[in-house]
């Protein structure tokens, strides 16, 4: 959710904006945090259907993202930053309106006391079995920021050989189509025409080819009759 906001900072300047949060508390207790001293606060209200929750699958969280994330949260770690703190940069900043919305959730959590594992568990379709292992293993070990960049090294390599798998399939795809375009043309086209013409002369034509010019008016009648049969309905 968003509020916004008008408040004060330190040195008595009036600042307005826009805050993502759970909560009208969380709201509060961020713009404490910016230093910045609430007057107003109001949820924002939006008249316009949240299309991420109309059409969840449009909207899922890509694998880039979570690379990107991984690898920032790891280095905002390694420079001796908080979690909590680390996390709010991180969404702050987050482009993607879902992603950024888990993150405010997972804030949240943190907040009330869970724990970073517990909190991922409740975006399963965010977050992958992997991911949700190498975090456990390292917060149990204290290792956390390398476990991080393993993930994100590994969620890169997973990447790279779906677009290498995805590559390969597309030429035998599209042989495939231009193949079924082909038979498709000549069905309906090419060899009607012959067959009429074979039968004016009265030639006697070889049984292959007497067959292939027989299933190939069988196949236009059923399309004919097929479609006259979906008209009616």
Known sequence: MEYRYVGLTSDKQMVKGVVSA???????????????????????ESFMPVWEKVFPSLFKVKTHTLIIFSRQLAMLLESGTDIVTALELLQAQQGNRVFKDVLTSIISDLRTGSTLLGALGKYPDVFPSIYYRCVAVGEQTGGLEGMLRQIATYLEKEEEIKKSVKGALTYPIMVVIVAVAVIA???????PTFTGLYRQLGAQLPITT????????????????????LERR
Do not use: C, P
């Open 185 to 191: 043309l000549m069905v309906n086209f090419v060899l």
């Open 210 to 229: 007497s067959i292939l010019l027989d299933s190939a008016e069988a196949l236009r009648m059923y399309g004919v009759l097929s479609w006259r049969l």
């Open 22 to 44: 759970n909560d009208e508390k969380m709201a509060t207790e961020i713009l404490d945090r910016w230093g910045y001293k609430v007057l107003q606060l109001r949820r924002v």
